[in-house]
């Protein structure tokens, strides 16, 4: 399990925690990571297919105030590692998914009051205008979670593999049939947090245009996805080329 745990560490290591030091480019997200995961460890199908499954579970997932959700990065390279190693199918990969986000967030919590200290400091160096301590503090919390981060999950795909392995050997197939049956009904939980954040009066139309074009007029989800692009750069005005017009220079009130 050595090569299996370090390709692991080292994903997470590149797309989840250098990800976050270089400006959230949302590289951590189980879309990217499963499928990278799936591909380095041999089973791209696999990965690809924990990849959408997982995100639309975590789709609707996100921190509003003191809420931490589960930790996405590491549920998506572990439970496609497990998948992959340990020979389950994804219905059951995904039914872990939740658990292993809450354990791996907890862990994460261990350590905040560290990092959350020394974020402290930087509102005060902000104001006394020392812009290079804020920037060598940005680097001293990363030199303390990242290592931290990627021991955790060499340790979690290490020795963690045998015991989820162990877990699934003895556990009863009905509890399987019911890790199968859960899983498929975790995306619509995903959706409906999601759905309940955006779902609002002026946009209450497109999502009946979607329900519409997919119930009645059978377009695919990619069509449906492509006529939502539309409509967005539409709303937008990305290709707009009108000016806005110019104010007429002087006063133009003439009463007399």
């Keep these: 399990m050595f ?3 370090l390709i692991c560490a080292f994903v997470d290591l590149v797309f989840g925690s250098f990800d976050y030091q270089f400006g959230t480019l949302y590289g951590f997200r189980p879309i990217v990571v499963a499928p990278v995961v799936g591909l380095l460890l041999g089973d791209v199908q696999m990965g690809l297919t924990l990849g959408a499954s997982l995100e639309l579970l975590f789709l609707g997932s996100v921190s509003i105030g003191a809420y931490v959700p589960p930790d996405a990065t590491s549920a998506g390279i572990l439970c496609t590692a497990y998948a992959i190693l340990l020979g389950f199918d994804a219905e059951t990969a995904v039914a872990l998914a939740m658990p292993i986000g809450s354990i791996m967030i907890a862990l994460s919590n261990l350590f905040s009051p560290v ?3 020394l974020s402290g400091l ?4 902000a104001a006394a205008g020392q ?3 804020i920037v060598g503090l940005h ?4 030199l303390i979670y990242v290592p931290i981060k990627f021991a955790v999950i060499y340790a979690a795909v290490y020795f963690g593999s045998d015991a989820v392995g162990w877990v699934l050997d003895v556990v009863p197939d009905f509890v399987l049939t019911g890790f ?3 899983a498929n009904m975790l995306p619509v939980m995903g959706f409906a947090m999601l759905g309940r954040m955006i779902f609002t009066k002026s946009l209450m139309p497109f999502f009946f245009l979607g329900f519409l074009l997919t ?3 059978n377009i695919p989800v990619l069509g449906v996805a492509l006529i939502a692009v539309i409509i967005g750069i539409e709303k937008a005005g990305i290709f707009d080329q009108r000016k806005p017009a110019l104010a007429a220079e002087g006063d133009d009130d003439d009463d007399f």
Excluded: F, R
Aim: aromatic share 14%; proline share 9%; net charge positive.
């Design 180 to 182: 199968s049956i859960a």
């Design 3 to 5: 090569g299996p745990a």
């Design 115 to 117: 990092t959350n200290g």
């Design 122 to 125: 930087a509102p005060t160096y």
């Design 215 to 217: 119930a009645y007029a």
């Design 139 to 142: 680097w001293l919390i990363a």
């Design 131 to 133: 812009d290079k301590k």
